[in-house]
């Protein structure tokens, strides 16, 4: 199989070759100085001996020798260094454990025509890659790849949508045209470690530093010349790294060819579009589990459990189910990410997902799909599950011995915790990032309904919002350049540094007009529950519930500067101070601290706001509130006391977080209640009248 390389490809690659070979010359040149360099201090170590033999002589002498020897070693590390990747949370298989899966890769490898993988790795995520141990050598003769997959993956895929993405790992290595891209992967690798990898070569510095007071100088003369070619170095490595990550682009959307004509088009763009949410079921799992480190509780099982997490957040969601799994759409998975900002030479090695699925439907590559669930392919892939959770969790500390939560308690205690700490999915996410807007009064619309106010083009206003805003302080950055960079892509136009200042006022004037959008349509909800309300003789329960999430909105930042000042004011306490300052200090702290026992005091008598706090730290925090403590005597730090002040220092953002979260939700239950009942009473028909860009 053959594929022609894009002329973007062909360019990006010589942009990428020639950095390299520029990047030698210079290498080149620093190599002669360092040589240079190293036989001058060396025979001027000796000689410095032979001029007059005595200890003084015979220390100097050996350490300006030295100061050449590592100077030169500095500019050779490199070439005995070996990049040797982690695997302790890999588990290898082989073709007698798994024939079925090694079967399809060999049928991927056969099509692809490259080789087969050294060794084939489980993962725990939701992912799969190639990879390699590497070093300089590498560059000049061929490195068989170990193929790593995530049994998370596998537990979201058919077959045909694992082949897939395993295709596309390939795709990276199987073309001719593709070795450039490997090339210059591994030269950048390199460069990446002459650049930031001396921990070894410093710890030797100062190793011969201690040996003698002479040597120290002398270690600090080697520093001093190997810091200036180390900036040299990591100028030259951004010079080489912004056309490398141009070129990754292009290497991804090759790969995606070679993966559409192995396994067809549609099955790489459906396992695109449904990873992001396989990823977050898998995440969800874990972060799940992670509060359940201190009960000492586990899980047989994570991958049924994210299975079921991903059925139940695309239930959510409203989403179809095709082959068993959650169907998602181009349109649904960009929802809410309305950047159009792209940085091709600092973030951008991989392209978008909807640039990836525009070119795999144009070209539009059908195969016969094998629809069955990928986990199919292995003999027993439950008791390969359970495995791979057991090493998963072996790797926490307990306090005790862990007990495994069965799969019917997990799923009631997620959807629990699910329902309990999101909104109702009847607002489309409106208010998932956003507050009411306290600003709005009633209006004269009487043309409102309920399913235009939260219409998807009205939570598309709010996420568009969200990420001008995000774009804007990036851009920002780059005219101040506190970004360095030389072009970035905005809405498809490329701009260089230079122009990212007039960009602003075009983007402030965007985020003035959708803001105006969004009040008008705030003000119109607001309008709506008003009159609703009123309809419903509710009008006092949603007033009182309206302003009570308001105050407490005005008085959030008021409350959350207690703990900024806090911080401050506790700041000395990593710092070297002196004994009398630092009881002055614990003095002037006082009065702070008694507006913080005041502010938690309320918090700990709510049931609601500490229900996911461990029951020892809300010990901790009565016995803080009740005592008065001493933080510092005889001259030392009481450890014990100061930590109980950190402790109640820090939860305080949770409990200000956690009490604005229930107020905003009981507010929204009042609202959803009352849409509920008039919904049921009288059908509302009649669409809005206000005019809103989408």
């Known amino acids: ?56 002589t015979i220390m100097l002498g050996a350490g300006l020798a ?32 798994e024939p079925e899966l090694f079967k399809m890769i060999d049928e991927i490898v056969k099509e692809a025509e490259t080789d087969f993988p050294k060794k084939v790795y489980l993962a725990y995520d939701v992912n799969a890659s190639v990879f390699y141990d590497s070093s300089f050598w590498s560059m000049f003769y061929p490195i068989k790849k170990n193929l790593t997959i995530g049994l998370g993956l596998i537990n979201t895929s058919t077959k045909q949508e694992l082949k897939a993405v395993l295709s596309h790992e390939f795709g990276h290595f199987s073309q001719r045209s593709m070795k450039v891209g490997s090339y210059v992967y591994n030269v950048n690798q390199i460069i990446f470690n002459l650049v930031n990898d001396d921990e070894s070569y410093r710890n030797s510095i100062e190793k011969w530093s201690n040996m003698s007071g002479y040597f120290s100088i002398f270690a600090a003369l080697a520093l001093f010349i190997t810091n200036k070619i180390q900036w040299v170095l990591t100028k030259m ?6 056309r490398h990550m141009a070129l990754s682009r292009e290497m991804e959307f090759h790969a995606d060819e070679v993966a559409a004509n192995i396994a067809g088009s549609l099955a790489l763009e459906e396992s695109l579009l449904r990873m992001e949410l396989a990823h977050n079921s898998y995440q969800n799992v874990i972060n799940f589990y992670d509060a359940k480190v201190s009960k000492n509780q586990a899980s047989p099982n994570i991958y049924k459990e994210q299975f079921f997490v991903m059925n139940f957040l695309a239930k959510q969601s409203e989403l179809e189910t095709q082959y068993g799994l959650p169907y998602v759409k181009l349109s649904e998975s960009g929802l809410f990410n309305k950047s159009k900002l792209n940085i091709e030479n600092q973030w951008a090695s991989h392209p978008s997902n909807e640039d990836r699925i525009i070119r795999l439907r144009n070209l539009n590559i059908i195969k016969d799909n094998e629809s069955t669930p990928a986990k199919n392919l292995f003999r027993d892939f439950e008791k390969t599950e359970e495995k791979l959770t057991a090493k998963l969790f072996s790797r926490l500390k307990y306090q005790k011995e862990r007990t495994e939560l069965n799969f019917e308690t997990f799923t009631t205690e997620f959807e629990e915790q699910y329902n309990r700490d999101s909104f109702d999915k009847i607002f489309n996410g409106y208010y998932d990032n956003k507050n009411p807007d306290f600003t709005v009064t009633e209006n004269s619309n009487d043309n409102l309904s309920f399913e235009e106010l939260f219409s998807k083009d009205k939570v598309e206003l709010v996420y568009t919002l969200l990420a001008l805003e995000n774009d804007k302080k ?18 498809g136009k490329k701009y260089n540094s230079g122009e990212a200042g007039k960009l602003v006022p075009q983007l402030n004037d965007t985020i003035s007009e959708i803001k105006q959008q969004i009040h008008q349509n705030d003000s119109d909800i607001y309008t709506y529950f008003l009159k609703s309300s009123a309809v419903l003789n509710r009008k006092n329960e949603f007033e009182n519930s309206y302003r009570n999430f308001e105050e407490y909105d005005g008085k959030y930042e008021d409350k959350y500067i207690l703990y900024s000042e806090l911080i401050n004011a506790t700041s000395f306490i990593n710092e070297k101070t002196q004994f009398e300052q630092i009881k002055k200090n614990f003095t002037n702290l006082k009065p702070l601290e008694t507006k913080l026992k005041n502010e938690i ?28 403590l001493v933080y510092f005597s005889s001259d030392q730090y009481i450890t014990a006391n100061l930590q109980l002040l950190i402790t109640a220092i820090n939860i305080l953002p949770y409990f200000l977080h956690k009490q604005y979260f229930l107020i905003k939700k009981e507010f929204l239950t009042v609202i959803k209640d009352i849409e509920t009942i008039k919904s049921v009473s009288e059908p509302i028909t009649i669409s809005t009248t206000s005019n809103f860009a989408p």
């Open 1 to 56: 199989m053959y594929i022609q390389v894009s002329e973007d490809f062909k360019k990006k690659s010589k942009s990428a070759v020639s950095a390299i070979v520029v990047f030698i010359l210079i290498y080149l040149l620093m190599f002669l100085f360092t040589i240079a360099l190293a036989v001058g201090c060396i025979i001027g170590g000796i000689g410095l001996i032979a001029v007059k033999p005595m200890f003084i």
């Open 66 to 97: 030295g100061t050449g020897v590592f100077v030169f070693f500095f500019i050779i590390k490199f070439l005995f260094k070996k990049h040797i990747n982690d695997r302790s949370f890999l588990t290898e298989i082989r073709r007698s454990d």
């Open 237 to 242: 490595y951004s010079f080489v790294n912004i």
């Open 474 to 491: 990036t851009i920002e950055a780059i005219a101040k350049k506190e970004i360095i960079l030389k072009t970035f892509d905005y809405d």
């Open 601 to 628: 005091l309320p918090y700990l008598e709510n049931t609601q706001v500490v229900d996911d706090i461990e029951e020892q730290t809300l010990k901790d925090l009565k016995y803080y509130i009740e005592n008065e």
